[in-house]
């Protein structure tokens, strides 16, 4: 196990442990992540890298001025069927799913009884379902809180289900050049040109 110490400033500071030998789920990518160097760390009960040989200053300037990517296959991926799937999810989430049109995406909140905040998500419409992305460190609370919610609505005859992707990885293309790098390997099946923001397609 080795440290990576930031510097002491106005007497704070800390170490990053991380450790080739972390014990902990692994996404698709673990491998290429070791052979580039990657030094990885545990994160939300999965094995990831916190930085690469490079360094972190390295990366971060890189992905400031370029495009990098991210694995992020850890975050949580749901999908959600039925003739009231829509119903189903204004029942815990806030916001106005009526106003969300097919293929777009939209910020919402997972929210108690009481109005209090259970965590953030991503949700998007698509032709047959909604696919929802939560938080790694929050998987185990989002589903309980989910699926009690879900076992109540089927109960009272609501037609919906969830499908939890647990297999499925998850990549984030960042950086200024990203739509040009992207566009580069979609070739003419779409143009990124006339997409705003939080628009989704299928590749």
């Known amino acids: 196990m080795r440290a990576l110490c930031?510097?002491?400033?106005?007497?704070?500071?800390?170490?990053?442990?991380?450790?080739?030998?972390?014990?902990?789920?692994?996404?698709?990518l673990y491998d290429f992540h070791l052979e580039n160097g990657g030094k990885m760390t545990n994160f939300a009960g999965w094995t990831l890298p916190i930085q690469y040989k490079?360094?972190?200053?390295?990366?971060?300037?890189?992905?400031?001025?370029?495009?990098?990517?991210?694995?992020?296959?850890?975050?949580?991926?749901?999908?959600?069927?039925?003739?009231?799937?829509?119903?189903f999810l204004q029942t815990i989430l806030v916001g106005n799913l009526k106003t969300l049109k097919p293929n777009c995406a939209k910020y919402s909140l997972?929210?108690?009884?009481?109005?209090?905040?259970?965590?953030?998500?991503?949700?998007s419409r698509r032709n047959d379902h909604f696919y929802v992305v939560i938080n790694a460190g929050r998987i185990d609370a989002d589903l309980s809180h989910i699926r009690s919610h879900l076992d109540i609505f089927i109960k009272n005859g609501g037609d919906v289900s969830m499908q939890y992707l647990e297999d499925q990885s998850l990549i984030a293309l960042q950086g200024?050049?990203?739509?040009?790098?992207?566009?580069?390997?979609?070739g003419n099946r779409v143009d990124l040109n006339s997409f705003g923001f939080l628009d989704v397609f299928n590749s």
Do not use: W
């Open 176 to 186: 200024p050049f990203s739509a040009k790098v992207l566009q580069s390997l979609l």
């Open 54 to 87: 490079e360094g972190i200053m390295q990366s971060t300037l890189h992905t400031r001025a370029s495009a990098s990517l991210f694995d992020v296959s850890h975050m949580g991926q749901l999908r959600f069927y039925g003739e009231d799937r829509s119903k």
């Open 6 to 28: 930031r510097s002491r400033v106005r007497g704070g500071g800390g170490c990053v442990r991380f450790s080739t030998t972390v014990v902990g789920k692994r996404t698709a």
């Open 110 to 123: 997972f929210a108690n009884e009481y109005g209090g905040i259970i965590d953030d998500t991503v949700i």
